[in-house]
């Protein structure tokens, strides 16, 4: 699969928290993780190829699918999944921790609270991405294609959520691999 991202690094340092200070190389590495990791769960494999194919020359509503909706919600993912990664370094050496003159290592009590609101903000944003392409249900028809089943189908929910309950309609965040029944889009 010929794999392309997007955005950029630039994006993510002009449209997040994430200063333009930071390895831009490090940055790239999120950028693909998250696009693969939870942009094509939220829109499913077929559309997420066809996003792929098309990339950077979309038209439309598959134009205005991306800037308004995927490319927001994948610069959230970007900086949640780079979060632990800016202050801490993997190397053959070991784990270390960076730190500066000017400033104080954050504790990893205060990062996964930083994270948990990006985790938030991303999960809104996936949400308005799956809502417009159920409102517009005719313009991306590769959504609610039947797939085989191992490819990726999207997720019915974008939230996560550690309380567990149940009902008859609530079944709970689903794996990335869970069934979709496009009947469950349409009112």
Known sequence: ???????????VFKMSVIESNVDVDLIQKFIWKAQDLNIQSVLGQNLYQK?????PNFTGFYQQLMI???QPALCEWVVYHSLPFI????????????????????????????????????????ERTRDFIKNNPTE???????????EI?????????????????FKGP???LGNIDPCEFCD
């Open 1 to 11: 699969m010929d794999y392309k991202l997007f955005i950029t690094s630039n994006y």
């Open 51 to 55: 996003l792929i194919n098309d990339c």
């Open 68 to 70: 308004q909706y995927v």
């Open 87 to 126: 202050n801490f370094r993997l190397t053959n050496k070991a784990v270390s921790q960076k730190s500066s003159d000017n400033s104080q290592p954050t504790a990893t009590d205060d990062i996964k609270w930083l994270r948990d609101q990006v985790r938030n903000n991303a999960e809104f944003y996936n």
């Open 140 to 150: 991306f028809p590769e959504f609610y294609q039947n797939s085989l089943s191992f």
């Open 153 to 169: 189908k999207p997720n019915k929910s974008n939230y996560f959520s550690g309380i567990a309950t149940t009902g008859r309609k």
């Open 174 to 176: 689903l794996p990335p």
